[in-house]
DNA sequence: GGGACGTTTCGCCGGATGACGAAATCTCCG
DNA sequence: CGGAGATTTCGTCATCCGGCGAAACGTCCC
Protein backbone atom coordinates (compact mmCIF):
# COMPACT_ATOMS: atom_id res chain seq x y z
CA UNK A 1 0.00 0.00 0.00
CA UNK A 2 2.44 2.55 0.67
CA UNK A 3 4.19 1.41 -2.44
CA UNK A 4 1.34 2.14 -4.33
CA UNK A 5 0.81 5.53 -2.26
CA UNK A 6 4.43 6.80 -3.99
CA UNK A 7 3.83 5.40 -7.09
CA UNK A 8 0.78 7.51 -6.98
CA UNK A 9 1.87 10.60 -5.64
CA UNK A 10 4.57 10.57 -7.78
CA UNK A 11 2.80 10.25 -11.29
CA UNK A 12 0.66 12.81 -9.66
CA UNK A 13 4.02 15.24 -8.83
CA UNK A 14 4.83 14.42 -12.36
CA UNK A 15 1.75 15.41 -14.17
CA UNK A 16 1.52 18.61 -12.20
CA UNK A 17 4.70 19.81 -13.78
CA UNK A 18 3.12 19.95 -16.93
CA UNK A 19 -0.37 21.13 -16.16
CA UNK A 20 0.95 24.48 -16.06
CA UNK A 21 0.58 26.45 -19.23
CA UNK A 22 4.03 28.10 -19.02
CA UNK A 23 5.52 25.35 -17.98
CA UNK A 24 4.19 22.97 -20.96
CA UNK A 25 5.10 25.94 -22.95
CA UNK A 26 8.79 25.58 -21.64
CA UNK A 27 8.91 22.17 -22.39
CA UNK A 28 7.43 22.34 -26.13
CA UNK A 29 9.83 24.79 -26.80
CA UNK A 30 12.68 22.89 -25.51
CA UNK A 31 11.47 19.90 -27.69
CA UNK A 32 14.04 21.29 -30.40
CA UNK A 33 16.41 19.42 -28.28
CA UNK A 34 18.91 22.94 -27.61
CA UNK A 35 19.66 23.91 -24.27
CA UNK A 36 17.50 27.66 -23.61
CA UNK A 37 18.52 30.24 -20.99
CA UNK A 38 16.11 31.16 -18.04
CA UNK A 39 15.57 34.78 -19.54
CA UNK A 40 14.92 33.10 -23.25
CA UNK A 41 12.35 30.57 -22.10
CA UNK A 42 10.67 33.61 -19.80
CA UNK A 43 10.46 35.77 -23.05
CA UNK A 44 9.02 32.66 -25.52
CA UNK A 45 5.74 32.18 -22.73
CA UNK A 46 5.79 35.98 -21.78
CA UNK A 47 6.15 35.72 -18.17
CA UNK A 48 8.46 37.86 -15.79
CA UNK A 49 11.82 36.87 -15.57
CA UNK A 50 11.27 35.89 -11.87
CA UNK A 51 7.85 33.53 -12.82
CA UNK A 52 10.05 31.76 -14.96
CA UNK A 53 12.58 31.14 -12.68
CA UNK A 54 10.20 29.77 -10.38
CA UNK A 55 8.93 27.52 -12.37
CA UNK A 56 12.44 26.04 -13.82
CA UNK A 57 13.12 25.58 -10.45
CA UNK A 58 10.34 23.01 -10.15
CA UNK A 59 10.95 21.27 -13.35
CA UNK A 60 14.55 21.01 -12.44
CA UNK A 61 13.65 19.55 -9.68
CA UNK A 62 10.99 17.20 -10.46
CA UNK A 63 13.74 15.61 -12.81
CA UNK A 64 12.12 17.37 -16.21
CA UNK A 65 15.15 19.69 -17.10
CA UNK A 66 19.04 19.75 -16.74
CA UNK A 67 20.52 22.90 -16.05
CA UNK A 68 24.20 23.96 -16.51
CA UNK A 69 25.17 27.50 -15.28
CA UNK A 70 27.45 29.80 -17.07
CA UNK A 71 28.03 32.86 -15.21
CA UNK A 72 25.34 34.82 -15.44
CA UNK A 73 23.50 32.75 -17.88
CA UNK A 74 21.74 29.83 -16.89
CA UNK A 75 20.90 27.48 -19.58
CA UNK A 76 18.46 24.11 -19.27
CA UNK A 77 17.38 21.56 -21.45
CA UNK A 78 15.54 18.67 -21.28
CA UNK A 79 17.08 16.36 -18.99
CA UNK A 80 17.29 13.23 -21.14
CA UNK A 81 15.20 11.36 -24.65
CA UNK A 82 13.43 9.43 -22.13
CA UNK A 83 11.83 12.80 -20.95
CA UNK A 84 11.67 14.61 -24.62
CA UNK A 85 9.89 10.94 -25.71
CA UNK A 86 7.25 11.31 -22.99
CA UNK A 87 6.41 14.97 -23.58
CA UNK A 88 6.20 13.97 -27.38
CA UNK A 89 3.37 11.38 -26.41
CA UNK A 90 1.07 13.49 -24.14
CA UNK A 91 1.53 16.23 -27.06
CA UNK A 92 0.45 13.60 -29.43
CA UNK A 93 -2.33 12.24 -27.20
CA UNK A 94 -3.54 15.77 -26.28
CA UNK A 95 -3.63 17.17 -29.94
CA UNK A 96 -6.60 18.39 -30.91
CA UNK A 97 -8.48 15.52 -33.82
CA UNK A 98 -7.48 17.69 -36.42
CA UNK A 99 -9.69 16.25 -39.29
CA UNK A 100 -7.70 18.08 -41.95
CA UNK A 101 -10.62 19.55 -44.41
CA UNK A 102 -8.80 19.46 -48.06
CA UNK A 103 -10.10 22.70 -49.03
CA UNK A 104 -7.47 25.87 -49.57
CA UNK A 105 -5.30 24.93 -47.24
CA UNK A 106 -3.95 21.95 -49.01
CA UNK A 107 -3.89 23.43 -52.10
CA UNK A 108 -1.70 26.47 -51.33
CA UNK A 109 0.45 23.79 -49.92
CA UNK A 110 0.88 22.74 -52.61
CA UNK A 111 1.29 25.06 -54.33
CA UNK A 112 3.87 26.86 -52.51
CA UNK A 113 7.25 27.72 -51.54
CA UNK A 114 9.65 25.27 -53.98
CA UNK A 115 11.94 23.16 -51.91
CA UNK A 116 10.28 23.21 -48.86
CA UNK A 117 9.21 20.46 -47.10
CA UNK A 118 7.47 20.55 -44.06
CA UNK A 119 9.83 19.41 -41.76
CA UNK A 120 10.85 20.04 -38.02
CA UNK A 121 12.71 18.06 -35.32
CA UNK A 122 11.44 16.50 -32.60
CA UNK A 123 13.83 16.84 -29.61
CA UNK A 124 17.19 15.16 -31.34
CA UNK A 125 15.49 13.71 -34.61
CA UNK A 126 13.44 14.22 -37.55
CA UNK A 127 9.74 15.00 -37.61
CA UNK A 128 6.94 16.17 -39.77
CA UNK A 129 6.62 15.28 -43.46
CA UNK A 130 9.86 15.11 -43.86
CA UNK A 131 10.57 12.45 -40.86
CA UNK A 132 7.89 10.28 -41.87
CA UNK A 133 8.75 10.06 -45.74
CA UNK A 134 12.10 9.19 -44.57
CA UNK A 135 10.52 6.68 -42.12
CA UNK A 136 8.17 5.76 -44.84
CA UNK A 137 11.17 4.96 -47.31
CA UNK A 138 13.48 2.83 -45.05
CA UNK A 139 10.64 0.54 -44.31
CA UNK A 140 10.07 0.47 -48.19
CA UNK A 141 14.07 -0.82 -48.81
CA UNK A 142 13.77 -3.07 -46.23
CA UNK A 143 16.15 -1.04 -43.74
CA UNK A 144 13.02 -0.77 -41.21
CA UNK A 145 10.45 -3.33 -39.78
CA UNK A 146 7.30 -1.89 -38.75
CA UNK A 147 4.81 -4.91 -39.31
CA UNK A 148 5.66 -6.56 -36.22
CA UNK A 149 6.82 -3.81 -34.24
CA UNK A 150 9.30 -1.26 -34.49
CA UNK A 151 12.86 -2.39 -35.52
CA UNK A 152 15.82 -1.57 -37.59
CA UNK A 153 16.88 -4.51 -40.13
CA UNK A 154 20.50 -6.21 -40.42
CA UNK A 155 19.98 -4.12 -43.96
CA UNK A 156 19.39 -1.05 -41.97
CA UNK A 157 22.26 -1.44 -39.46
CA UNK A 158 24.27 -2.08 -42.58
CA UNK A 159 22.73 1.22 -44.70
CA UNK A 160 23.83 3.44 -41.61
CA UNK A 161 27.28 2.47 -41.42
CA UNK A 162 27.55 2.65 -45.01
CA UNK A 163 26.41 6.01 -44.42
CA UNK A 164 29.42 6.63 -42.16
CA UNK A 165 27.39 6.85 -38.63
CA UNK A 166 27.78 3.60 -37.31
CA UNK A 167 25.15 2.87 -34.88
CA UNK A 168 26.63 1.26 -31.27
CA UNK A 169 24.00 0.16 -28.74
CA UNK A 170 24.69 2.63 -25.68
CA UNK A 171 23.06 3.15 -22.56
CA UNK A 172 19.34 1.98 -22.24
CA UNK A 173 18.42 3.77 -25.20
CA UNK A 174 16.79 1.49 -28.17
CA UNK A 175 18.16 1.86 -31.27
CA UNK A 176 14.89 2.29 -32.87
CA UNK A 177 12.10 3.54 -31.32
CA UNK A 178 8.51 4.76 -33.32
CA UNK A 179 7.94 8.34 -32.12
CA UNK A 180 4.19 8.68 -32.94
CA UNK A 181 3.90 12.21 -35.29
CA UNK A 182 1.20 14.48 -33.63
CA UNK A 183 1.10 16.03 -37.16
CA UNK A 184 1.36 13.28 -39.32
CA UNK A 185 -0.84 10.74 -37.09
CA UNK A 186 2.21 8.31 -38.12
CA UNK A 187 5.36 6.87 -36.24
CA UNK A 188 8.79 8.36 -37.38
CA UNK A 189 12.28 6.40 -36.72
CA UNK A 190 13.54 7.48 -33.11
CA UNK A 191 15.75 6.32 -30.61
CA UNK A 192 19.78 6.35 -31.24
CA UNK A 193 18.96 5.65 -34.90
CA UNK A 194 17.00 8.56 -35.75
CA UNK A 195 19.19 10.89 -33.41
CA UNK A 196 22.43 10.00 -35.53
CA UNK A 197 20.57 9.99 -38.56
CA UNK A 198 19.43 13.94 -37.50
CA UNK A 199 22.75 14.49 -36.90
CA UNK A 200 23.90 13.40 -39.75
CA UNK A 201 21.38 15.16 -41.94
CA UNK A 202 22.56 19.06 -40.38
CA UNK A 203 25.80 17.95 -40.76
CA UNK A 204 26.02 16.85 -44.15
CA UNK A 205 24.03 19.95 -44.92
CA UNK A 206 20.96 17.64 -46.43
CA UNK A 207 18.87 20.07 -44.02
CA UNK A 208 19.23 23.55 -42.25
CA UNK A 209 17.14 24.51 -39.29
CA UNK A 210 15.15 27.96 -40.25
CA UNK A 211 14.09 30.45 -37.64
CA UNK A 212 14.10 30.09 -33.75
CA UNK A 213 11.41 27.56 -34.14
CA UNK A 214 12.19 23.48 -34.92
CA UNK A 215 11.40 23.72 -38.19
CA UNK A 216 13.93 22.46 -40.38
CA UNK A 217 14.17 22.88 -44.13
CA UNK A 218 15.60 20.18 -47.20
CA UNK A 219 18.65 21.55 -48.92
CA UNK A 220 18.94 21.16 -52.28
CA UNK A 221 22.19 18.61 -51.65
CA UNK A 222 20.05 17.09 -49.14
CA UNK A 223 17.19 15.71 -52.22
CA UNK A 224 20.04 14.38 -53.95
CA UNK A 225 21.00 12.64 -51.34
CA UNK A 226 17.78 11.40 -49.82
CA UNK A 227 16.74 10.46 -53.63
CA UNK A 228 19.82 8.55 -53.85
CA UNK A 229 20.14 6.56 -50.87
CA UNK A 230 16.73 6.21 -50.28
CA UNK A 231 14.59 6.33 -53.79
CA UNK A 232 13.02 9.81 -52.13
CA UNK A 233 11.75 11.55 -54.73
CA UNK A 234 12.43 15.13 -54.54
CA UNK A 235 8.54 16.26 -54.97
CA UNK A 236 7.77 14.44 -51.80
CA UNK A 237 9.84 16.88 -49.79
CA UNK A 238 8.02 20.01 -51.30
CA UNK B 1 1.24 30.36 -33.25
CA UNK B 2 -2.25 29.80 -32.58
CA UNK B 3 -1.29 26.16 -33.21
CA UNK B 4 1.35 26.12 -31.13
CA UNK B 5 -0.75 27.99 -28.58
CA UNK B 6 -3.60 24.79 -28.50
CA UNK B 7 -0.46 22.22 -28.26
CA UNK B 8 0.39 24.13 -25.37
CA UNK B 9 -2.93 24.39 -23.84
CA UNK B 10 -3.80 20.90 -24.60
CA UNK B 11 -0.97 19.49 -22.87
CA UNK B 12 -1.15 21.17 -19.99
CA UNK B 13 -5.17 20.49 -19.86
CA UNK B 14 -4.52 16.67 -20.37
CA UNK B 15 -1.15 16.77 -17.38
CA UNK B 16 -3.75 18.75 -15.22
CA UNK B 17 -6.03 15.46 -15.22
CA UNK B 18 -3.47 13.34 -14.16
CA UNK B 19 -2.14 15.90 -11.77
CA UNK B 20 -4.42 15.34 -8.85
CA UNK B 21 -3.54 12.48 -6.45
CA UNK B 22 -7.46 11.26 -6.27
CA UNK B 23 -7.26 10.86 -10.02
CA UNK B 24 -3.87 9.32 -10.06
CA UNK B 25 -4.79 6.84 -7.78
CA UNK B 26 -8.06 5.92 -10.21
CA UNK B 27 -6.00 6.22 -13.27
CA UNK B 28 -3.47 3.63 -11.57
CA UNK B 29 -6.74 1.42 -10.42
CA UNK B 30 -8.26 1.38 -13.81
CA UNK B 31 -4.57 0.11 -15.44
CA UNK B 32 -5.59 -3.80 -14.24
CA UNK B 33 -7.85 -3.18 -17.81
CA UNK B 34 -11.37 -3.41 -16.07
CA UNK B 35 -14.18 -1.83 -15.66
CA UNK B 36 -14.96 0.04 -12.50
CA UNK B 37 -17.87 1.11 -10.67
CA UNK B 38 -18.51 5.21 -9.46
CA UNK B 39 -18.23 3.77 -6.42
CA UNK B 40 -14.99 1.42 -6.46
CA UNK B 41 -12.89 3.81 -7.37
CA UNK B 42 -14.44 6.57 -4.74
CA UNK B 43 -13.79 3.73 -1.93
CA UNK B 44 -10.77 2.40 -3.51
CA UNK B 45 -9.45 6.34 -3.53
CA UNK B 46 -10.93 6.92 0.20
CA UNK B 47 -13.02 9.90 -0.93
CA UNK B 48 -16.33 10.69 -1.29
CA UNK B 49 -19.03 9.29 -3.92
CA UNK B 50 -19.55 12.94 -4.58
CA UNK B 51 -16.05 13.96 -5.08
CA UNK B 52 -15.29 10.65 -7.30
CA UNK B 53 -18.37 11.95 -9.59
CA UNK B 54 -16.65 14.96 -10.38
CA UNK B 55 -13.58 13.54 -11.21
CA UNK B 56 -14.71 10.97 -13.16
CA UNK B 57 -16.76 13.43 -15.20
CA UNK B 58 -13.01 15.40 -15.79
CA UNK B 59 -11.27 12.13 -16.88
CA UNK B 60 -14.04 10.96 -19.00
CA UNK B 61 -14.45 14.58 -20.50
CA UNK B 62 -10.17 14.65 -21.76
CA UNK B 63 -11.01 11.43 -23.22
CA UNK B 64 -8.69 9.24 -20.49
CA UNK B 65 -11.58 7.39 -19.18
CA UNK B 66 -14.42 5.40 -21.27
CA UNK B 67 -17.52 5.24 -19.46
CA UNK B 68 -20.30 2.92 -20.07
CA UNK B 69 -23.85 3.35 -18.03
CA UNK B 70 -25.75 -0.16 -16.85
CA UNK B 71 -28.69 0.64 -14.86
CA UNK B 72 -27.59 2.45 -11.93
CA UNK B 73 -23.62 1.77 -12.35
CA UNK B 74 -21.84 3.62 -13.54
CA UNK B 75 -18.83 1.47 -15.53
CA UNK B 76 -15.32 3.45 -16.93
CA UNK B 77 -12.17 1.94 -17.96
CA UNK B 78 -9.50 2.96 -19.47
CA UNK B 79 -10.33 4.67 -23.01
CA UNK B 80 -7.89 2.09 -25.18
CA UNK B 81 -4.71 1.01 -25.09
CA UNK B 82 -2.55 4.18 -25.82
CA UNK B 83 -3.67 5.84 -22.65
CA UNK B 84 -3.06 2.49 -20.45
CA UNK B 85 0.56 3.16 -22.36
CA UNK B 86 0.97 6.80 -21.03
CA UNK B 87 0.11 6.24 -17.68
CA UNK B 88 2.53 3.58 -17.73
CA UNK B 89 5.40 5.55 -19.16
CA UNK B 90 4.47 8.52 -16.42
CA UNK B 91 4.36 6.43 -13.91
CA UNK B 92 7.59 4.53 -14.82
CA UNK B 93 9.63 7.87 -15.06
CA UNK B 94 7.89 9.20 -11.65
CA UNK B 95 8.85 5.67 -10.53
CA UNK B 96 11.55 6.35 -7.40
CA UNK B 97 14.94 5.38 -8.42
CA UNK B 98 14.32 2.55 -5.93
CA UNK B 99 18.10 1.09 -5.46
CA UNK B 100 16.95 -1.97 -4.57
CA UNK B 101 18.87 -2.85 -1.15
CA UNK B 102 19.48 -6.57 -1.60
CA UNK B 103 19.13 -7.41 2.13
CA UNK B 104 16.09 -9.29 4.03
CA UNK B 105 13.49 -8.55 1.67
CA UNK B 106 15.28 -10.11 -1.20
CA UNK B 107 16.06 -13.18 1.08
CA UNK B 108 12.21 -13.42 2.74
CA UNK B 109 11.05 -13.23 -1.45
CA UNK B 110 13.09 -15.61 -2.14
CA UNK B 111 12.23 -18.53 0.24
CA UNK B 112 8.42 -17.04 0.06
CA UNK B 113 5.55 -18.76 -1.21
CA UNK B 114 6.06 -21.81 -3.60
CA UNK B 115 4.76 -21.05 -6.81
CA UNK B 116 4.12 -17.70 -6.62
CA UNK B 117 5.56 -15.41 -9.36
CA UNK B 118 5.58 -11.56 -8.93
CA UNK B 119 3.86 -10.95 -11.76
CA UNK B 120 1.15 -8.67 -12.60
CA UNK B 121 -1.11 -7.24 -15.54
CA UNK B 122 -0.28 -3.70 -16.93
CA UNK B 123 -3.72 -3.01 -18.78
CA UNK B 124 -3.79 -5.95 -20.87
CA UNK B 125 -0.42 -7.57 -21.04
CA UNK B 126 1.93 -8.79 -18.06
CA UNK B 127 4.04 -6.87 -16.67
CA UNK B 128 6.23 -7.17 -13.39
CA UNK B 129 9.16 -10.59 -12.84
CA UNK B 130 6.71 -12.84 -14.76
CA UNK B 131 6.29 -10.22 -18.08
CA UNK B 132 10.53 -9.50 -17.87
CA UNK B 133 10.78 -13.51 -17.78
CA UNK B 134 8.30 -14.11 -20.82
CA UNK B 135 9.97 -11.34 -22.87
CA UNK B 136 13.45 -12.05 -22.14
CA UNK B 137 12.66 -15.82 -23.22
CA UNK B 138 11.16 -15.37 -26.27
CA UNK B 139 13.82 -12.59 -27.40
CA UNK B 140 16.11 -15.50 -26.01
CA UNK B 141 14.34 -17.77 -28.59
CA UNK B 142 14.65 -15.88 -31.75
CA UNK B 143 11.03 -14.91 -31.69
CA UNK B 144 11.54 -11.51 -30.21
CA UNK B 145 14.08 -8.64 -31.61
CA UNK B 146 15.12 -6.42 -28.75
CA UNK B 147 18.72 -5.45 -30.33
CA UNK B 148 17.17 -3.27 -32.89
CA UNK B 149 14.32 -2.16 -31.76
CA UNK B 150 11.18 -3.81 -30.71
CA UNK B 151 9.26 -6.24 -32.74
CA UNK B 152 8.39 -9.50 -33.25
CA UNK B 153 10.57 -11.97 -35.87
CA UNK B 154 8.91 -14.51 -38.47
CA UNK B 155 9.55 -17.06 -36.26
CA UNK B 156 7.60 -15.08 -33.56
CA UNK B 157 4.56 -14.32 -36.15
CA UNK B 158 4.48 -18.49 -36.26
CA UNK B 159 4.83 -18.98 -32.06
CA UNK B 160 1.72 -16.71 -31.83
CA UNK B 161 -0.06 -18.84 -34.59
CA UNK B 162 0.68 -22.02 -33.49
CA UNK B 163 -0.65 -20.93 -29.64
CA UNK B 164 -3.91 -20.84 -31.29
CA UNK B 165 -3.59 -17.12 -30.82
CA UNK B 166 -2.73 -15.97 -34.27
CA UNK B 167 -2.08 -12.18 -34.95
CA UNK B 168 -4.07 -9.91 -37.17
CA UNK B 169 -2.46 -6.35 -37.60
CA UNK B 170 -5.20 -4.25 -36.20
CA UNK B 171 -6.07 -0.61 -36.82
CA UNK B 172 -3.57 1.34 -35.47
CA UNK B 173 -2.13 -0.46 -32.85
CA UNK B 174 1.59 -2.21 -32.83
CA UNK B 175 1.42 -5.77 -32.60
CA UNK B 176 4.49 -5.38 -30.53
CA UNK B 177 6.16 -2.68 -28.70
CA UNK B 178 8.15 -2.19 -25.40
CA UNK B 179 6.52 -1.44 -22.53
CA UNK B 180 9.25 -0.13 -19.80
CA UNK B 181 8.27 -1.79 -16.46
CA UNK B 182 8.62 0.60 -13.81
CA UNK B 183 9.64 -1.66 -10.82
CA UNK B 184 12.20 -4.22 -13.15
CA UNK B 185 13.65 -1.36 -15.35
CA UNK B 186 13.78 -3.38 -18.53
CA UNK B 187 10.56 -3.30 -21.34
CA UNK B 188 8.28 -6.37 -21.26
CA UNK B 189 5.99 -6.98 -24.39
CA UNK B 190 3.38 -5.23 -24.55
CA UNK B 191 1.24 -4.14 -27.90
CA UNK B 192 -1.40 -6.54 -29.97
CA UNK B 193 1.13 -9.74 -29.34
CA UNK B 194 1.66 -8.96 -25.64
CA UNK B 195 -2.21 -8.84 -25.30
CA UNK B 196 -2.89 -11.60 -27.09
CA UNK B 197 -0.15 -13.09 -24.57
CA UNK B 198 -2.22 -12.57 -21.41
CA UNK B 199 -5.55 -13.66 -22.68
CA UNK B 200 -4.28 -16.84 -24.13
CA UNK B 201 -2.22 -17.07 -20.18
CA UNK B 202 -5.81 -16.22 -18.41
CA UNK B 203 -7.76 -18.38 -20.88
CA UNK B 204 -5.83 -21.08 -20.72
CA UNK B 205 -4.88 -21.34 -17.05
CA UNK B 206 -1.61 -20.53 -17.22
CA UNK B 207 -1.88 -17.67 -14.45
CA UNK B 208 -4.44 -16.74 -12.11
CA UNK B 209 -5.50 -13.31 -11.10
CA UNK B 210 -5.21 -12.53 -7.32
CA UNK B 211 -6.68 -10.24 -5.28
CA UNK B 212 -8.46 -6.96 -6.73
CA UNK B 213 -5.29 -5.55 -7.12
CA UNK B 214 -3.11 -6.40 -10.63
CA UNK B 215 -0.92 -9.08 -9.10
CA UNK B 216 -1.50 -12.10 -10.94
CA UNK B 217 0.40 -15.84 -9.87
CA UNK B 218 1.69 -19.11 -12.19
CA UNK B 219 -0.69 -21.79 -12.36
CA UNK B 220 1.56 -25.75 -12.29
CA UNK B 221 -0.10 -25.54 -15.79
CA UNK B 222 1.57 -22.28 -16.50
CA UNK B 223 4.49 -23.47 -15.32
CA UNK B 224 4.84 -26.43 -17.31
CA UNK B 225 3.62 -24.36 -20.45
CA UNK B 226 6.11 -21.77 -19.93
CA UNK B 227 8.49 -24.77 -19.99
CA UNK B 228 7.55 -26.19 -22.81
CA UNK B 229 7.04 -23.51 -25.01
CA UNK B 230 9.93 -20.86 -24.39
CA UNK B 231 12.66 -22.83 -22.49
CA UNK B 232 11.93 -21.10 -19.09
CA UNK B 233 12.55 -22.47 -15.93
CA UNK B 234 10.18 -22.61 -13.04
CA UNK B 235 12.42 -21.57 -10.68
CA UNK B 236 12.78 -18.32 -12.79
CA UNK B 237 9.03 -17.37 -11.55
CA UNK B 238 9.06 -18.29 -7.99
C1' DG C 1 35.35 50.71 -10.08
C1' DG C 2 31.07 50.97 -12.00
C1' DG C 3 27.29 50.22 -14.96
C1' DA C 4 24.62 46.85 -17.56
C1' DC C 5 22.45 42.67 -17.55
C1' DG C 6 20.71 38.08 -16.21
C1' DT C 7 18.87 35.80 -12.40
C1' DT C 8 16.90 35.17 -7.83
C1' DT C 9 14.37 36.17 -3.43
C1' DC C 10 10.44 37.97 -1.16
C1' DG C 11 5.79 39.41 -0.10
C1' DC C 12 1.38 39.94 -1.74
C1' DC C 13 -2.90 39.20 -4.37
C1' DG C 14 -6.68 36.90 -6.92
C1' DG C 15 -8.47 32.92 -9.10
C1' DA C 16 -8.83 28.06 -9.52
C1' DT C 17 -9.81 23.72 -7.45
C1' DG C 18 -10.67 19.73 -4.48
C1' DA C 19 -12.95 18.33 -0.48
C1' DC C 20 -17.29 17.56 2.05
C1' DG C 21 -22.37 16.81 3.33
C1' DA C 22 -27.21 17.18 2.36
C1' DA C 23 -30.63 16.51 -0.63
C1' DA C 24 -32.30 15.21 -5.19
C1' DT C 25 -32.37 11.52 -8.98
C1' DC C 26 -32.59 7.34 -10.87
C1' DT C 27 -32.72 2.17 -11.12
C1' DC C 28 -33.48 -2.15 -9.38
C1' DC C 29 -36.16 -5.53 -6.94
C1' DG C 30 -39.29 -7.27 -3.66
C1' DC D 1 -45.85 0.93 -4.86
C1' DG D 2 -42.00 1.53 -1.97
C1' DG D 3 -37.51 0.93 -0.03
C1' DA D 4 -32.55 0.29 -0.78
C1' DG D 5 -28.60 1.41 -3.02
C1' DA D 6 -25.75 4.00 -6.62
C1' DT D 7 -24.92 8.30 -8.48
C1' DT D 8 -25.33 13.24 -9.12
C1' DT D 9 -26.20 18.18 -8.09
C1' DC D 10 -25.43 22.04 -5.28
C1' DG D 11 -23.47 25.23 -1.96
C1' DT D 12 -19.63 26.15 0.84
C1' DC D 13 -15.07 26.27 2.59
C1' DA D 14 -10.06 26.00 2.88
C1' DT D 15 -6.07 25.62 0.38
C1' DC D 16 -2.94 25.93 -3.18
C1' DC D 17 -0.69 28.15 -6.91
C1' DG D 18 0.80 31.27 -10.46
C1' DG D 19 1.29 35.90 -11.43
C1' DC D 20 3.68 40.35 -10.51
C1' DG D 21 7.07 44.05 -9.01
C1' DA D 22 10.77 45.67 -6.12
C1' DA D 23 14.99 44.88 -4.49
C1' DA D 24 19.10 42.03 -3.83
C1' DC D 25 22.71 39.31 -5.83
C1' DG D 26 26.39 37.83 -9.30
C1' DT D 27 28.83 38.18 -13.38
C1' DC D 28 30.67 40.38 -17.29
C1' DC D 29 32.95 44.11 -19.61
C1' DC D 30 34.24 48.76 -20.39
Known amino acids: MSSSERVTSGLAALAALLADETRARFCLALLDGRAWTAGELARHAGVAPSTASAHIDRLVGGGLL???RQGRHRYVRLADARVAHLIEDLAAQAAPEHGRPDGPPTLRAASAAGALARGRTCYDHLAGRLGIAVTEAMT????LRQDTGF???????RWFADLGAPLAPSGRRPLARGCLDWTERRPHLAGLAGAALCRHALEAGWCVRIGSARAVKVTPEGERALAELLGL???TLR
Open 66 to 68: AEE
Open 233 to 235: PAA
Open 151 to 157: ALTDAGL
Open 140 to 143: ARGL
